[in-house]
């Protein structure tokens, strides 16, 4: 048995709809299709004057944040506010965990406060799972990132690009670049596109930066950018962080640059109307050239209103599938 | 029982609503039908009415009051309104009136993109069992059911009305 | 006392005897297998009918949490449990608080375990003071106190001169020094092992060569010092096979494996189940056959529970804050009756990697039905199944064959020839 055949329905209901919301690995194509049709019609909400929609009144949705980050705090809570949830978000530095207070404590302090759902981020792996297992089931968890894991609405924002800009997946070729090891959005990103039906999904990175047995997401891997990019539709750079440095994974920010960096003239071997995208932030000059990011070729600021749809229809489905459950278990009480 | 015939039915309804419309001196009203038997209905009653006016089409999933018994409805599709709402007269078509809340979300929707001058109600049937004060403006035909009994409109060509009974 | 236990099938590995056969019971002591002494009668009888009696099982690493670990357990407690799975001599580890770093420790715990009268308890020395790898503990001042061998725990010693000298000085006195062997910088911060299943779970992980790479280093201290070496808590298949090259070519090093690690792999990990997070890491399949393979030849003698007991909380975090460990000793018997299942072993060979095995290893007074020597002895039904957990005796509840169903089941446990346990 691989990771990938092994069957994970704890963020399932007994139908089959999603309860919470942890990773992509084990999810039906038919389900992550309904994903992205929903995130469309809440596409056109945002398109709107009145950009609101009652859907999750009377609800509150908890932003566990134990990780800093703006830019999916912030995508996180509009999209609650625009379902008209009740939005609370905790900021969980460290520090006030290591005084004592573990996490379930922390969780089961805002539960009692009846939160509906949390989205939590947190930089140990599993996260997600261990909250879903551990606090009260009728609570749905959002994964917003957990360790190098998964960060399943990445993954989804990611594909909602995909499929409004090339229409579908079934003869397209997609090349991650970067540090697929440390990266929770690569390993999303490549169970969706295999899911999907993509037939062609590459990897490009150095040695050290590529995680052992990564044949088993069904990838083709390349060490040189040039060859990885040659007649792609789609390009994802990752986020290349300081620390890779210092931990003698790479020599330099310069010699990664110039090996890996997409460049407009790496960019000409890809398709002619080929798509960059990039999970954000960029660093420029260090994964990606401004020309390129700021070019024709760029979707990457289109990724965050896309991710603000994919996160209203993964709130909205998985409380539908926390009421779905209820309801079976009320009537199979009966 | 026996079901009346939609085409029959429509054909009195084009005559109604036209008869509605001039009492109202509504000279260009937007048509909006909600999914997805309200579309077929406003797609067969523009054509009685010989009219080229464009169909708004509106998904109400969103705005149902019923997502804490029932959660959301599997197929979602976007709402495609392609006129302005803001100071326009409405025509709202739907297949079957029942307890109202369906009407009572498609207005509450209707009103987030815009304030419309007027809403004109027109119903392919109504079941006379409202659950809320809304009544249509203009009806194909009334029925009275059986607390079992449910109507089911299936289309686009042709459109056929069809009996079922929850208790079998 | 006088006690006769009648009718089992008494399996000796030591001395190959396997027979339904009598034995009888003096003053703590076997004094006869067979017809009992003339003369002799005895005040109580056990009606073995069924059961298999065999030497008390002799774990060689088993975390008693004390000194200084009260949340997690006591000698008391985990003695007990350790009485439960069969076991009548047990090795505790130096990672205590204090270390077990001065005779003034090991004899708090050899009073406790005297107090608790439920195995025998043989303690292993820190090599290094505090375990911390750099000066040597006062090895023979320990040796008197009462510890039977010296390791330093996954700790490694960060300079190979001065584990060298450490192994040297052991050499001096005779003493035996337990290796766990793992590269400190090679498994620095890992999680797992280091393979498909940690990559697919974003977990940091350990590769095979941090145990492979100390293992070369380590087996060639061991040659150059001439120190009594035992290997403990292999992992990997090729770690096996370094350790039957050094067998093969003179070296007399022993080794041990965590049962667990006999039954368990990575694959386990794949819904982030602390249950499973254990140092070293469970690794692959191919692995485990190798560490299976090694058991069965006898190139590992010795099977032990690495048992580390938690309290619930060190256990219930996302997955990279638990602490490693799995709480198993009261199951030793049953869970490594699996292995006679399985087709891997026959009984006797698994009684002997459980018994005389591992006492051999450490010089142990343990393991052997012999006329004359103190009778510890384990009687079990091989017909019957445990369900793991119906009554729990250690204070760790962190074991993931809970609610499972395991063959055999342990009717008594005697320790000097007194009931230590009983089912």
Known sequence: MTPLDAKRPLQLNDQGQLRHFLSLDGLRRELLTEILDTADSFLEVGARAVKKVPLLRGKTVCNVFFENSTRTRTTFEMAAQRLSADVITLNVSTSSASKGETLLDTLRNLEAMAADMFVVRHGESGAAHFIAEHVCPQVAIINGGDGRHAHPTQGMLDMLTIRRHKGGFENLSVAIVGDILHSRVARSNMLALKTLGCPDIRVIAPKTLLPIGIEQYGVKVYTDLAEGLKDVDVVIMLRLQRERMTGGLLPSEGEFYRLFGLTTARLAGAKPDCIVMHPGPINRGVEIESAVADGPHSVILNQVTYGIAIRMAVLSMAMSGQTAQRQFDQEKAK | MSLPNPADLISQMAVDLNAHLSKRAIAEPRFIGIRTGGVWVAQALLKALGSASPLGTLDVSFYRDDFSQNGLHPQVRPSELPFEIEGQHLVLIDDVLMSGRTIRAALNELFDYGRPASVTLVSLLDLDAAELPIRPDVVGATLSLAPTERVKLSGPAPLQLELQDLAL | ?423
């Not at chain 3, 059961?51 to 002799?58: D, E, I, K, R």
């Not at chain 3, 503990?137 to 300079?159: H, K, P």
């Not at chain 3, 074991?399 to 008594?412: D, E, K, N, Q, T």
Request: with cysteine; charged share 20%; net charge negative.
């Open chain 3, 1 to 423: 006392m006088k006690l006769s236990i009648l009718g089992a099938r008494v399996i000796d590995p030591s001395s190959g005897l396997d027979q339904v056969t009598d034995l009888h019971l003096e003053a703590g002591k076997l004094i006869a297998i067979g017809a009992a002494p003339a003369g002799f009668a005895a005040v109580d009888v056990i009606d073995a009918k069924g059961l298999v009696a065999a030497p008390g099982l002799v774990d060689l690493n088993v975390s008693l949490r004390e000194p200084g670990y009260s949340r997690k357990g006591n000698i008391a407690s985990e003695t007990r449990a350790a009485a439960a799975g069969g076991v009548t001599s047990l090795c505790c580890p130096p990672k205590t608080k204090p270390v077990l770093d001065t005779s003034a420790v090991a004899e708090l715990i050899l009073d406790r375990a005297r107090e608790a009268g439920n195995t025998k308890v043989f303690p292993i020395g820190a090599l290094s003071k505090g375990l911390e790898g750099e000066q040597l503990a006062e090895l023979v001042a320990l040796r008197d106190a009462g510890c039977v061998a010296f390791g330093n725990g996954l700790e490694s010693f960060r300079n190979t001169r001065t584990l060298c000298r450490a192994l040297e000085y052991a050499a001096t006195f005779d003493l035996t020094v337990i290796f766990h062997s793992q590269d400190h910088d090679l498994a620095h911060g890992g999680l797992a092992h280091e393979g498909p299943t940690a990559s697919f779970l974003g977990l940091s992980g350990i590769p095979e060569t941090a145990e492979t790479v100390a293992l070369a280093r380590d087996l060639l201290l061991v040659e150059q010092s001439g120190v009594r070496a035992h290997f403990s808590q292999l992992t990997s298949a090729r770690g096996v096979a370094l350790i039957a090259q050094a067998q093969a070519r003179g070296l007399p090093v022993t080794a041990d494996v965590a049962l667990y690690q006999l039954i368990l792999t990575d694959e386990a990990l794949i819904d982030f189940s602390s249950l499973y997070h254990v140092q070293p890491p469970l690794r692959t399949r191919a692995d485990r056959d190798g560490l299976r393979a090694a058991v069965k030849s006898g190139v590992v003698s010795a099977i032990s529970s690495h048992h580390q007991p938690h309290e619930r909380d060190a256990k219930l975090a996302p997955f990279g804050e638990t602490e490693p460990g799995i709480s198993s000793v009261e199951l030793l018997l049953p869970l490594a009756l699996t292995l006679v299942e399985d087709g891997l072993l026959d009984l006797p060979t698994l009684l002997q990697r459980l018994s005389a095995g591992p006492a051999e290893a450490l010089r142990l007074p343990a393991g052997k039905l012999a006329i004359g020597a103190a009778a510890d002895l384990v009687l079990f039904d091989p017909s019957t199944s445990t369900v793991a957990g119906e009554h729990w005796l250690s204070k760790g509840e962190n074991c993931p064959f809970l609610g499972h169903a395991l063959p055999g089941s342990v009717r008594y446990t005697l320790m000097d020839g007194r009931i230590s346990y009983q089912a």
